[in-house]
């Protein structure tokens, strides 16, 4: 039997770094192909963490500028999708502050949508559903679950975004937030518990 370890704790080579090393001689296709790459995870993350859909596309678009115009600073320390990430979170959590100072702390509302230029985002709907009335059920719960995480103070709303909606792992979480990754489980386990406590005030004591 093999003694390996699983594939998943081996360092994965990053895909990015000959698209990141061609946009750095000017070559603009080559930074174009990278934003079409990561820029619907990177809108999603925005989105998540705003929860504007407009505001999110504009720091979206910041995001890739500022990482164009400071991609000499990209080190490589980490994977540039990580590095990016780190952009994208820090320009959402700037912009969701300069919208609460402009709402003046309104308490966000359980049943305000999330709103998208054409109507009303529904992020990951369900597929497949046997019934209309299964798929009301799992969406309303997915509502449920997003306004949660809406409701949690931004650092742990960034935590379980990356973590448990965009799958990364403990030590890029904490790579793109310079978190140690003690703080990174720590946070997303107390998000978690706030989650919970949410919707079981949300839903009833059914959890």
């Not at 770094?17 to 809108?43: C, I, N, W, Y």
């Not at 320390?77 to 309104?106: C, D, H, P, Y």
């Not at 992020?123 to 209309?132: G, N």
Request: net charge neutral.
């Amino acid at each position: 039997m093999s003694n390996e370890l699983p594939n998943s704790t081996v360092p994965q080579p990053d895909a990015d770094l000959p698209l990141v090393a061609a946009a750095l001689q000017g070559d603009l296709s080559a930074f174009e192909t990278l934003v079409v790459r990561h820029q619907k995870r990177m809108l999603n993350i925005a989105l998540r963490i705003i929860g504007e859909y407009d505001d999110a596309c504009e720091v979206t678009q910041d995001a890739f500028v500022s990482a164009h115009r400071n991609l000499g600073s990209f080190r490589q320390e980490a994977k540039f999708s990580t590095w990016l990430t780190s952009i994208t979170v820090n320009l959402s959590r700037n912009r969701l502050k300069r919208l609460k100072l402009q709402r003046g702390r309104v308490p966000y509302s359980l049943d305000a949508p999330i709103r998208t230029g054409d109507g009303e985002l529904l992020p990951d709907p369900p597929s497949k559903e046997p019934s209309v009335l299964d798929r009301m059920e799992k969406q309303d719960m997915k509502n449920k679950v997003r306004d949660c995480i809406h409701a949690l103070e931004p650092e742990f709303r960034e935590v379980i975004v990356l973590r448990d909606l965009q799958d990364m792992a403990y030590e890029e979480i904490g790579a793109a937030l310079k978190l140690a990754a003690g703080t990174v489980k720590s946070r997303i386990f107390r998000a978690r518990e706030a989650v919970k406590e949410c919707l079981k005030k949300a839903m009833g004591n059914i959890l």
